[in-house]
């Protein structure tokens, strides 16, 4: 069997119905080469109901879980550890699939004697139009095979390559008797986490620079304060860190500086988002973050790194570097104010964690 698909399921049921006819009508053309895992993460809407229709429907192709609620990472797992296919394509429920999708996977597969990983370019979708979300990676060519060393710097440096449901990859790639469940319900990293498995284990990288996936822009990160978001990171640099001698890459501790001071940047703007009853309560917050050992260890990168953090990101960054944290605050809110007042419209990455 060539492909086993992913879908983890938790309360969608306005969008399951779309997600799985974008899988099963392409499916039909490849006979007896796909699997679709459904995973319902013990959703409370109709949703599981929907899942064992698209089963009776298509016995021979949909297998279904009915899961106690676990979260999204280990519903992703318990996808893994069941499919059987050659390759793991990972679809979230609430996204779409191209027509053409595993038409062109299987000819990059066909094409670069069966890479590892694929990578590939997304849209942004809102249910009626769709817009590519980017492309050119790697080369402005049709595809090409990328070296692993430039698979890693782009994951440590930008967020193209981070979605799990930007890639493929060969089940061997996915060590499915790892222990996920000391990282928990996370409820942001997760893609981060899985790709620091699949960028170690994978030694052939192809590149497709043709959007095959819609992406649905939902509220996003950027607009949802979670208190742990940082110290959810911290737990995935540690990740990263284990593969310095393994991955062999000049100037690794530059990389990870730009990745722990991405993720510094969207934890002090995340925190604008919440209701703070005072300032000082914000400014406890980020105190927390400003006195973490990791960021103490890594802000001393800032001015050889600067080049590749977003502009408001380094600004911010400074101000914390020397606490003038009321100054983040009322600049913060200055900015809410002014979000308020033009109503900019707004369309995110729900899993990308990039702002």
């Known amino acids: 069997m060539l492909f086993s698909i992913i879908v983890p399921v938790y309360n969608v049921e306005k969008y399951l119905d779309e997600c799985l006819e974008s899988i099963v009508l ?8 796909c699997e679709v895992i459904l995973i319902n993460d013990g959703s409370t809407d109709s949703s599981g109901k929907i899942c064992d229709k ?5 016995p021979n192709i949909i297998k279904v879980y009915h899961n106690s609620n676990q979260g999204l990472l280990l519903t992703r797992r318990c996808g893994f550890k069941n499919a059987i296919g050659d390759y793991i394509v990972n679809c979230d429920s609430d996204d779409k ?11 990059i597969i066909k094409k670069y004697q069966e890479p590892d990983a694929i990578l590939f370019n997304f849209y942004r979708y809102d249910g009626c139009s769709k817009k590519i979300a980017f492309q050119n990676i790697f080369t402005s060519d049709t595809d090409c095979i990328i070296e692993k060393t430039e698979v890693i710097k782009e994951f440590m440096l930008g967020h193209h390559i981070v979605s799990m449901c930007g890639k493929i990859c060969k089940r061997t790639c996915i060590d499915v008797n790892y222990d996920y469940v000391k990282f928990g319900k996370i409820s942001t990293g997760e893609d981060s986490l899985q790709s620091i498995e699949i960028y170690s ?3 052939t990288f192809a590149y497709l620079n043709k959007a095959i996936y819609d992406y649905r822009c939902g509220s996003g990160m950027t607009r949802k304060f979670d208190e742990s978001y940082y110290f959810t990171f911290k ?15 000049k100037n690794f501790d530059e990389l990870f500086a730009v990745k722990v001071l991405q993720t510094t940047g969207r934890a002090i703007t ?11 309560e914000q400014k406890k917050y980020l105190r927390k973050i400003r006195e973490d050992e990791v960021f103490n260890n890594y802000i001393l990168y800032l001015s050889k790194v600067k080049i590749e953090l977003q502009k408001n990101h380094v600004l911010l960054i400074k101000l914390f570097q020397y606490h003038a944290l ?5 600049l913060l809110k200055t900015k809410n104010i002014i979000e308020r007042i033009f109503k900019f ?4 990455f729900k899993n990308l964690e990039v702002s």
């Open 26 to 33: 392409q499916i039909e053309m490849f006979p007896n080469a």
């Open 54 to 58: 698209y089963k009776e429907k298509y």
């Open 97 to 107: 699939l191209e027509n053409d999708f595993l038409k062109n996977i299987q000819e």
């Open 201 to 203: 284990n994978a030694k």
């Open 235 to 249: 737990s995935i640099f540690k990740q990263i860190e284990t593969q310095k001698k393994e991955w062999k890459i």
């Open 270 to 280: 995340q925190s604008r988002y919440n209701k703070w009853k005072s300032i000082d």
């Open 326 to 330: 009321t100054a983040i605050c009322l």
């Open 345 to 348: 419209p707004n369309c995110n």
